[in-house]
């Protein structure tokens, strides 16, 4: 005789397969630094262990590698985390570091410039976990992104790394004011003893048309991208329209949602076979 209780447990297996809408955005912009050519030139990897949403005052919530213009990104985001999973713990200090990585198939052995830098920061209130500046040092003040007119949609990656009482920073960036000018960013994540990455994501911003040389516009194949979408995005911003990589995951909230009626569409008949076994 099968007991209820077992037919029910079978029931909720397929809960346990569905798939955290964090690790999906991690997953997501995973892929994004993949296909934008973040990894490997500018990153040999990207493991996060966390989600991170950058919400920019007027605009929302941004999606990964999403078009904006610079009067969009004038402003200092709020830098939103949220861990993979319960396992995930977020205590102690934190870099959080934005690098202008160029356009995509740039040499980033020249290096980065650098648009903010600040050290000792700490994750404050409730998932979203807010990164809080508050006590922090801020080695460079965010600087919103002023790309040379032609020069194609740069790409401006927000990464955070945990800072261990190892951290040592490096001369000429161990106190305020350092201005904003080109630095090579995997030196200054290896020489200062920086690390894990916790989490990261990116943005491009373009001034003008680009000239004939540049052709970064074909570089992220948005129908190979996990389908995701920041929980809550306004997905009001359309950025510039310059035909810059934009993607935003157009349709994917309908894509989740199939997957969700699917699950509990297997549930459904589950749960009837189960009450259908004991009324019969
Ligand atoms: C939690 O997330 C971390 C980082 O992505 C991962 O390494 C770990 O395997 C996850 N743990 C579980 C139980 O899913
Ligand atoms: C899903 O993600 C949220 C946000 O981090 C987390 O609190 C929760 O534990 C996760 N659920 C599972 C089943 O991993
Ligand atoms: C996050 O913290 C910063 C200060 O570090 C603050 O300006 C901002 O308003 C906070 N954002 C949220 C959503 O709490």
Redesign the pocket.
Known sequence: MISLSFILSLALVPLAFAQNNTQLQ?EAIEAHFSNSGLVPSLLPTF???AEMVLDFAGVGQITPGQALDKSQVAPAPSVLITP??S??SLEGTFTLAMIDADIVGADQSEGQTRHWLVNSVTLTGTTPLNVSTEGATVITSYAGPGPAAGSGAHRYVVLLYSQPSTFTAPEGLNAPGAAVEKYNFDDYVKNSNLGPLVAGTYFTVEEGTASATVSSTAAVVTSTLPVATASGTSGSTSGSGSGAPSPTSTGSSQSNGAKGSKVFSVEVLLIAFALGFFLG
């Open positions: 991690i493991v996060p262990e993979a999973n396992t995930v």
